[in-house]
């Protein structure tokens, strides 16, 4: 049995942190003991890992303080495969193994595209110049997808295929039975046309754009409207004064962190992705394993290589509340069929994710 072993500086409810409980459910346990190393076991998905996973909680949220703990870890418990996501966490992770006597094998995760990030904090300033220096002393350096890797070498001055590609879990078997769950909410029982919004309230996100083209887009479509947002963040009260000066208090609803997501997946009739930037877009698959209409910016990276070419169409520009605006109402119009939303979406199942994360050792 391989022991390995998932860090992620937190359980919040983010899509890096969806994609590490989903991987600790995934692996085969005839093959893999999974452990979870986290710097604070709080968060959202606290109660979504699987039953059978050693936790072990650092007890160090602030992921500059972490490299000595995960050192003595390392020494301690000799794992086959250590897993770092995120890149505060990976850079932890390659200070932590620089000094460590019993180094495992090494996979840094990187889930974001890194010439496109925009740091909140002036660490953040940081990353790069680390990720730089220490990345190349990982034994394996991951991108979600092949865009966001190949955009990693550039940046980072890498070796040209050096950064391999593994593709998110995020479609299991549980996601059709929990869509099938009534939502928990009065708009459960809307009669009108539902628009769906999930993700951080972040820049990253451009709620904001979603919500100018939300105004421009109502008068348009036949009968009752309404966008619901799924997740908490900064832009919280920003977005809320948006929403009231554009006279939008009873057309949006900025619901919150939900649970099940995939109840409300379901329920509308189109998702959209508005996002400035990404790695691999979770809840785009996420809706598309639903069978749910979908339209999405073509930001760096990964909506293109979600969508492919037979989908290509659902694209539109980023940070342009005009273009998405157009590009809702005319796939409102054009339903794509769900199956073969299904079936595209597939391509990003738990099994293969966690069989390609074995083979690393």
Not at 158 to 176: A, G, H
Not at 198 to 217: W, Y
Not at 282 to 294: H, S
């Amino acid at each position: 049995m391989k022991r390995i072993a998932n860090f992620i500086p937190a359980l919040s409810g983010g899509g890096a942190e969806r994609v590490v409980v989903n991987l600790l459910q995934a692996f085969d346990r005839n093959k893999v003991t999974p452990i979870l190393v986290t710097g604070s076991a709080t968060g959202p998905f606290a109660d979504k890992i699987a039953s059978d996973v050693e936790v072990i909680d650092l007890q160090t949220p602030r992921m500059r303080n972490a490299a000595g703990p995960l050192r003595d870890l390392m020494n301690q418990r000799r794992f086959d495969l250590f897993i770092s996501h995120l890149s505060h966490a990976n850079i932890a992770t390659l200070r932590a193994a620089k000094r460590t006597k019993h180094k495992p094998t090494l996979a840094v995760v990187e889930h974001m595209t890194m010439s496109a990030y925009r740091g909140q904090r002036w660490r953040d300033r940081l990353i790069k110049p680390l990720a730089k220096r220490l990345y190349p002393m990982a034994d394996h350096i991951v991108c979600v997808s092949q865009a966001a890797a190949r955009d990693l070498e550039t940046v980072l001055a890498l070796p040209k295929d050096s950064v391999r590609t593994i593709y998110n879990p995020v479609v299991s078997p549980e996601i059709q039975s929990l869509g099938r769950a009534p939502l928990q909410h009065s708009l459960n029982s809307f009669p009108g046309t539902l628009l769906l919004g999930v993700g951080r309230l972040s820049e990253q996100k451009d709620f904001s754009t979603l919500i100018q083209a939300f105004a421009q887009l109502y008068p348009k479509i036949q009968g009752e409207v309404h966008l619901a947002i799924l997740g908490t963040g900064e832009q919280h009260t920003r977005l809320t004064e948006l929403i009231r000066q554009l006279e939008l208090q009873s057309m949006v609803s900025l619901v919150g962190f939900q649970e099940n997501p995939y109840a409300w997946m379901k329920r509308a009739d189109l998702f959209v992705l508005s996002s400035r930037w990404e790695a691999l877009p979770t809840v785009l698959i996420e809706a598309m394993a639903c069978g749910t209409n979908i339209v999405s910016t073509d930001c760096p990276s990964g909506p293109r290589e979600i969508l492919a070419t037979e989908f290509l169409e659902h694209l539109t520009q980023v940070g342009d509340p005009d273009s998405l605006a157009e590009r809702i109402i005319q796939a409102l119009q054009h339903s794509p069929d769900k199956e073969a939303l299904q079936r595209s979406a597939n391509r990003f199942s738990y099994s293969q994710a966690a069989t390609a994360y074995t083979n690393l050792i």
